[in-house]
């Protein structure tokens, strides 16, 4: 419906599918007071990557936390989330019923679908396909699906921070991370229930949690029982030394 309202305006209706697209980057890169709303007044605290944060910087940040930890005589593991194909599970029908129900912008949530299901042409090294239709698929590099994809997981994210706030998750976009400091019996029984809790609802949402997801460090002990009470319960994650091992 929200499509249909604003493609009724003749300047809508006449504008080519490539304005569409220029008109929502420059939405999505300016000043907070022009971007959706919902950013501004639901996203999370766990959320980095709206405070014009970088990925590595986050990583830094959450090492230096465990560092701290680790000479304070407490133990610290960091379970590392990873989704396969993360935005082409974005489902536009739920991103319409999630957008209409929690205050976002109806005109760039309109302006937004206009882009993604457009035609699209792929280009490598000079030649170009014939047009394709993608009427699920959401660009990944488009602002607009970090939007999305926060709503998506917004609940799940924001609950798990609420009941185990040691464990909480913080996100980068698609790169969630679980860190946990403390003893090392107590680290290991929160970050397990917080794990998987976090995963129930992840793949609730309809995202699949890949193999690739690690517990970093090895040498924690509170990694190594927190690895092994995981694969008992299903949770399939690998044990390594260190991020981006």
């Not at 609802?201 to 040498?219: M, N």
Request: one cysteine or more; charged letters at 25%.
């Amino acid at each position: 419906a929200c499509v249909y309202d604003i493609s009724r305006q003749a300047y809508w209706r006449r504008a080519p599918a490539w304005a569409h697209g220029t008109r929502l980057q420059n939405h999505c890169s300016a000043p907070e007071s022009r971007r959706d709303p919902w950013d501004a007044a639901k996203a999370g605290h766990w959320d980095s990557a709206l405070a014009k944060d970088t990925a590595l910087r986050a990583a830094v940040t959450r090492a230096l936390r465990c560092e701290v930890a680790v000479e304070d005589g407490d133990d610290a593991a960091v379970l590392l989330w990873d989704c396969e194909k993360f935005f082409d599970t974005l489902k536009l029908r739920r991103v319409i019923a999630l957008a209409t129900t929690t205050g976002s912008s109806k005109r760039l949530l309109a302006l937004g679908l206009i882009v993604h299901t457009a035609m699209r042409r792929l280009r490598v090294l000079g030649h170009a396909s014939e047009m394709i239709a993608c009427p699920e698929s959401v660009i990944a590099g488009c602002g607009q699906a970090m939007t999305w994809a926060r709503m998506q997981l917004y609940d799940e994210l924001e609950a798990t921070c609420l009941v185990w706030p040691s464990a909480g998750p913080e996100s980068f976009v698609d790169d969630m991370a679980q860190p946990c400091t403390g003893p090392t019996a107590e680290a290991e029984r929160t970050l397990v229930r917080a794990a998987i809790h976090l995963h129930r609802g992840i793949e609730a949402a309809g995202y699949k949690v890949s193999h690739k997801s690690a517990l970093v460090p090895s040498t924690s002990p509170a990694a190594q029982r927190a690895h092994k009470a995981l694969r008992d319960e299903g949770l399939l994650v690998k044990l390594v030394k260190g991020e981006g091992d």
